[in-house]
């Protein structure tokens, strides 16, 4: 049983901040960094775990989505649209999620990492490599067409969103794993419209985070009726995201994109080699 010491309130407010800064800056929501942690290094039971960490979503997306809204690194058509499968998703994943046993979810999480990670890590390393080019015309125009000023760029950088139809199946996977792995569902999030709709490595996290929220609410409301929030746990948690959550937001306008596709792949690799083992 955990219980709440001095100690224990400095390590998870400090490791808040740390996932907050990570999660609003990769759009990813920080779920992926905080179930391993509250599994190895608190010991906490995996459901308890993906529980506490959805609610932590919900504060990182309230934190940051109406900034990079204003800030227009958020595609509000692109995010309301792939938001709707991705709930619907979410909900389904956090109703099975009950039903599987905690060796089954950390396998599950593993292997759904490592794929993720390689992808990411041969497009930034290509990225760093490639010399800047402007970004290409669209072969035809687009509702959910649009453009950032990027301050690494210096430009204002537009894309065109292509594969919406099979980027809506897949977001519908994103929520299943949201609901069943408390991981916000931007880990297959941010790679979708990345690698599949062609949206820059920064748009794309910024969407991600203004899609989570709901996601991550829908489904941390199903854990919340079932009792498994750990209510003095998360709100210690709930505190340190959401000032990291805003240290993050400066990380994401700041850095390179292809940056912060590395550093995406290298965190993601880590965990679900962790996690691979503890299951094991």
């Not at 204002?156 to 199946?169: C, D, F, R």
């Not at 854990?223 to 003095?232: H, T």
């Amino acid at each position: 049983m955990f219980e709440l010491t001095a100690l224990n309130f400095f390590i998870l407010a400090a490791f808040g901040v740390f996932i907050g800064l990570l999660g609003s800056a990769l759009g990813i929501g920080g779920g992926i960094f905080m179930v391993p942690f509250l599994v190895l290094a608190l010991d906490l039971p995996i459901h308890q775990a993906v529980a506490a960490s959805l609610v932590a979503i919900v504060a990182t997306s309230s934190a940051v989505a109406a900034v990079n809204v204003e800030r227009g690194l958020a595609n509000i058509r692109l995010g309301v649209t792939l938001e709707v499968t991705t709930a619907l998703g979410s909900i389904l994943g956090a109703l099975v999620a009950h039903r599987l046993p905690a060796q089954a979810v950390q396998l599950l999480f593993a292997f759904t990492l490592f794929p993720v990670s390689a992808l990411m890590f041969l497009k930034g390393r290509r990225g760093l490599s490639a010399p800047r080019r402007p970004a290409p015309a669209a072969a035809g125009p687009s509702a959910f067409d649009s453009s950032f000023f990027d301050p690494a760029a210096g430009a204002q950088t537009p894309y065109a969103v292509k594969n919406m139809a099979p980027a809506s199946a897949v977001s519908f996977f994103a929520g299943s794993l949201s609901g069943l792995l408390g991981i916000g569902g931007g880990i297959v999030q941010v790679p979708l419209m990345n690698l599949l709709c062609g949206v820059p490595m920064k748009a794309a996290a910024a969407t991600s985070n203004f899609i989570i929220g709901v996601s991550a609410a829908a489904s941390a409301y199903v854990y919340f009726r079932k009792g498994l929030v750990p209510l003095e746990l998360t709100a210690v948690i709930v505190v340190g995201v959401l000032l990291g959550s805003f240290l993050g937001i400066y990380a994401l306008y700041r850095a390179r994109s292809e940056k912060l596709q590395l550093v995406f792949a290298a965190l993601t690799l880590l965990v679900a080699v962790k996690m691979l083992l503890k299951a094991l």
